[in-house]
């Protein structure tokens, strides 16, 4: 049941409108999320490097700067309280013979600007001894030891689900069509859901932050997608690395990156290439051959034997190239969170309290609620338990005996539980960020149908209406017999 009136409307459900929710959800406020898409976490916060950064690479004087190092500091205690994936692997900049290795002194004094702690430049002796399998070229790296890796997506929906569950509201697809505006002040907001009115709207609508300003008349926030292609690897493999590695930046970019993922994955990329459509998310021969060749520089050993995907993600990128957070000059009440790329995951929480902070400025009153709840009850994670702990769930309940993903081991109870949860899954593409269903080895090939027809039955509609991800990505155009097990009659 939606209220007549909301003191703050958040649009998007990415990283940074999750942050922010969860910010605002400690104090007596009202208020609601609005997403477009079917789950949070959809666009630019799904698809990027995975990485919480120490904070050295943005200068000082830019929004990024600041906010990366306080972030980075902040996320420790967050992913604690709320039960979410992360390791603190740290963080190497590795210069090779050729490069200018001037770059990493430059680097280290922006860091210690930026207050970032415990860097170090490390010696070809010292990167031997801690990635065997890197290049003898490598001869001299910062070492960053506060950088991290984390899951986007589940710290994403960790924020939001902490924030509903201290009040706030959420409304998945649900798209912001107008804002509306009376003597200059925000009133509230037209969606395709109908109207609902807030004294305050954040826009944190990433790659369509620009367009949702421009709907009270901000022209000068301008965003260029920027895209970056990845391959991603099995954990089963016979590769490892132990930190999150980059090459010397390039002026835009910080450059193909090898990294493992908290699951365990081998993740290398990106590119960082402009392009026109803010949807466009195909991977290309030429990216991919970019990415790979980057990543041997680094590695030779390096194969694509036990890579299972590629994928692209799109940055949000202002023409500021920074992050564009403040109240609008001309309208009260209006306040941007926009152009927020790299390094926008390692930020979030101070994104969220300088959010905070600009509302109260702008006249919101802050008052902290006295039940705050500060944590996430963790959610049973087969892929990484042992057999005797999965027997010991299954004992509990039997559907935890059922696997249905083998490549990740997971099983039905995990996948109900994902579709029934505070923020439901409603998708394929929900259920295997949640639980891992389909991010294995065979992509889904084998729990895919599994998967649609548990969607189906739990949600109460044919498997010809279960979607991948959002608009019209529907997976079964028409049943045969017995295809999806036992509910698949010929139509
Ligand atoms: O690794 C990245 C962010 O975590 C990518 O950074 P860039 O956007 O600077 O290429």
């Known amino acids: 049941m939606s209220k007549d009136k909301y003191d703050v409307i958040i649009v998007g459900a990415g990283v940074s409108g999750c942050a922010v929710a969860w910010k605002l959800a400690r104090y007596n406020l009202d208020i609601l999320i609005l997403e477009k898409a079917p789950d949070v976490a959809t666009g630019t916060t799904k698809a990027n490097t995975a990485i919480i950064h120490a904070g050295y690479n943005a200068d000082p004087e830019k929004q990024k700067g600041r906010l990366n190092k306080k972030g980075n500091v902040q996320i420790k205690d967050i992913v604690e309280d709320l039960s979410v994936p992360f390791e603190q692997i740290g963080s190497l900049v590795v210069g090779m013979e050729d490069d200018d290795l001037s770059v990493i002194d430059e680097l280290l004094e922006k860091g210690k600007e930026n207050g970032v702690e415990g860097l170090e430049i490390v010696d070809k ?103 970056g292609e990845y391959y991603i690897y099995d954990h089963a493999k016979d590769f490892e690395i132990n930190h999150v590695l980059f090459p010397i930046p390039t002026k835009i970019s910080k450059g193909i990156v090898c990294t493992k993922t908290v699951e365990d994955n081998l993740l290398i990329g990106p590119t960082s290439d402009f392009v026109d459509s803010k949807e466009d998310l195909a991977t290309t021969r030429e990216g991919l051959d970019h990415v790979f060749n980057g990543a041997k520089k680094m590695f030779p050993d390096l194969t694509l034997k036990d890579s299972i995907r590629v994928f692209a993600g799109l940055r949000a990128a202002d023409t500021t190239e920074d992050f564009v957070i403040e109240a609008a000059e001309d309208v009260a009440g209006f306040v941007n969170v926009a152009g927020i790329q790299s390094p926008g995951l390692s930020s979030a929480p101070a994104v969220a309290d300088l959010v905070a902070e600009i509302l109260e400025n702008e006249g919101l009153t802050l008052e902290e609620k006295e039940d705050i709840i500060e944590t996430r009850e963790e959610p049973a994670r087969f892929y990484e338990i042992s057999n005797e702990e999965r027997a010991a769930y299954a004992e509990e309940d039997k559907e935890y005996g059922q696997i249905i993903c083998r490549c990740e081991t997971v099983s039905l109870k995990e996948i109900k539980d994902a579709i029934n949860g505070p923020i439901p899954a409603r998708t394929v593409n929900a259920v295997k960020r949640r639980t891992r269903a389909g991010a294995g080895r065979c992509q889904g090939g084998f729990c895919g149908p599994r998967v649609t027809q548990i969607i189906a039955d739990e949600l109460g509609i044919d498997t010809t209406e279960v979607r991948l991800e959002k608009d019209n990505s529907k997976i079964v155009e028409h049943k045969i017999k017995g295809l999806l097990g036992s509910q698949g009659d010929a139509e």
């Open 125 to 227: 002796e010292w990167l031997q001894k801690e990635e065997p399998h890197l290049s003898d070229k490598a001869v001299r790296a910062l070492w960053a030891p506060t950088a991290g890796i984390i899951t986007p997506w589940e710290f994403a929906l960790a924020l939001a689900e902490n924030a509903v569950a201290n009040g706030a509201e959420i409304m998945l697809e649900t798209e912001v069509q107008d804002v509306y505006t009376e003597d200059g002040k925000v009133t509230g907001v037209k969606t395709n859901q109908g109207d609902f009115a807030a004294d305050y709207v954040i826009n944190a609508a990433g790659l369509y932050a620009d367009d949702v300003a421009r709907m009270v008349g901000i022209e000068k926030i301008d965003i260029h997608p920027r895209k």
